[in-house]
């Protein structure tokens, strides 16, 4: 495993930390303003994409690019730092068309699709003309085990009718969403519940679709959505399913291993933001004639997070390197340590700057409050902390199991005779 970064990779993130210098961090308040005042998609959107895309910084995240599809052709590895870089703007992933949920829908569509699903779907969302969603989860049952998913897709003659409901789903409330990509059941009695689900494309316009509402993430509104949708017998061509039926829940899988390493590296991104902004303010502020840095607890809180960041990058880097190497499939072990792992460390170093700054911390006039939220609510996306727990714990006891370590040696105790 080689984690320095190739000249090319330095050469995208000098290019990269330039472009967000330039052009993202001086337009962070008009986006405020802009959205509170419900302008959304924002004024200078599109003319930032534009100006990406010319720059060669655009679908840096998609390691399958064909010569005629545009983007840039990085391994999971090589695109890890620079969603770091992205990561400390949530917003700013669009600019370069490297937003969660377009990107995974993007790898999907890329592995499955058809000609004319790639002409119709795939084509519009590689330029960043459309948006997407993927409706997978449901309210009614525990939808971190995907074979829990409710979600009916009934043949019917050369259609297919999906019936059911959906919330969470991310996106969908953007005024250029035009796809989502649904997960449901083709075959409810399949003795295999792993072969049960498809994957199908529903046009945002289809009749039957209905946005019930736009659901609020730890109290707060996204523009993009995270809605409530129901699939009120919405009938599609049959031609509209994606790969093969019964193959739903490994598309899933072979979706969310690439998408993980992206969370968490924007993650990190936020950590390391946090971070920084802790050590400004423990710099500039004083309490009992000293400045905040030199009391014990703010040196603690500074050394702790540089520590726990730079783990977490390393753990970040191996799973994406394994992935590039052997697969999504192969590479779950790694990819649920980092899952269980990098919410709890977000969430905690963006806590201690709040706690740097007091109750200014809490407030709008920075985005601690914000990035908090969005370290919390990563604790459920993509499976719960506690399945990925479960399974790295069942990992290593097959793992001491199989090279059958003989611990018996380590028990320093006297032997006894048997007592009867």
Known sequence: MHFEHSERVKQLQQQLTAFMDAHIYPRLQQYRDEVKAGQYPVSFMADLKTLAKSEGLWNLFLPGLQDNEPGTRLSNLEYAPLAEIM???????E?????????????????????EQREQWLNPLLNGEIRSAFAMT??????????NIQTRIARDGDDYIVSGRKWYISNSAHPHCKLFILMGKTDPDNPNPHHQQSMVLIPRDAPG??????????????????????????????????????????????????????HCMRSIGQ???????????????????????????????IARSRIEIEQARLLVLKAAWKIDEVGSKAAADDISLIKALIPTLHTTVVDRAMQTFGA????????????????????????????????IARMEIKRTNEKAVDVSHFYFRPEYDEIN
């Open 360 to 391: 200014m911390g809490t407030s709008e006039d920075l985005p601690l409050a914000d990035m908090w939220s969005q370290g919390r609510a990563l604790r459920y996306a993509d499976g719960p902390d506690e399945v990925h727990i479960r399974k």
């Open 95 to 115: 600019v370069f068309n490297c937003n969660a949920p377009d990107t995974g829908n993007m790898e999907l569509l890329h592995l499955f699709a058809t000609p």
């Open 209 to 262: 679709v209905k946005i019930l509402r736009n659901l609020k993430v730890m109290n707060h509104t996204n523009p993009h959505g995270h809605c409530e949708i129901l699939f009120d017998n919405v009938r599609i061509p049959a031609s509209n399913l994606l790969g093969e039926e019964g193959k739903g829940f490994a598309m899933a899988q072979a979706r969310l291993g690439p998408g993980r390493i992206h």
């Open 138 to 147: 449901e309210p009614d049952v525990g939808s971190s085990d995907a074979t």
């Open 271 to 301: 950590a390391e933001l946090a971070l920084q902004l802790l050590i400004g303010r423990a710099q500039e502020r004083k309490t009992n004639g000293k400045f905040l840095y030199q009391h014990g607890a703010v040196a603690d809180w």
């Open 87 to 93: 990561g400390r703007v949530p917003w700013c992933s």
